[in-house]
């Protein structure tokens, strides 16, 4: 069970807010998990001219989990580069739960909960008919 220390999280998704290209919103997001193997991955936002097109920091971050070794996400931050506290928007909760399925744990306003809570009767991965790898 690999244990999971809040701030130091938080304190890691600031961090990768910094890093963040919002040229166009202004609100730098990080977004920071711990994983399964114990490993941290961030992601940031990275906007663009077009404007549809901006990628948002738990996308980064999926990518970043796949780029260094895969896995799954256990428990997740998202800041501002101020450090508030911001959910993830509808989209994505459901990248998150590609990866990290309904027990993965959110820093939510309403303090620490499981994905199920803030993406009930979601679809998932074992909704559809073959399981893919
Ligand atoms: N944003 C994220 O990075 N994650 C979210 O879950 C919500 C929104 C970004 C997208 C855009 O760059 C900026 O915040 C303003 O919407």
Redesign the pocket.
């Given at each position: 069970m690999t244990e999971v220390s809040w701030d130091a999280l938080r304190a890691s998704a600031v961090e990768a807010a910094g890093n963040a290209y919002?040229p166009y919103?202004r609100?730098n997001?990080g977004a920071a998990a711990v994983c399964d193997d114990g490993r941290l991955v961030t992601g940031c936002?990275v906007?663009n001219a077009s404007y549809g097109l901006?990628l948002?920091?738990?996308c980064t971050m999926a990518g970043q989990l796949r780029l260094t070794g895969g896995g799954r996400f256990v428990a997740v931050a998202?800041r501002s580069g101020t450090g508030e506290l911001?959910?993830?928007?509808g989209r994505?909760r459901q990248i998150l739960y590609e990866f990290g399925g309904p027990d993965c744990l959110l820093d939510t306003p309403r303090g620490v909960l499981p994905l199920r809570d803030v993406l009930p009767d979601a679809f998932g991965p074992d909704d559809l008919p073959e399981k893919k790898p």
């Open positions: 919002a919103s609100l997001v936002n906007e901006g948002c920091a738990e998202c911001l959910m993830p928007c994505c």
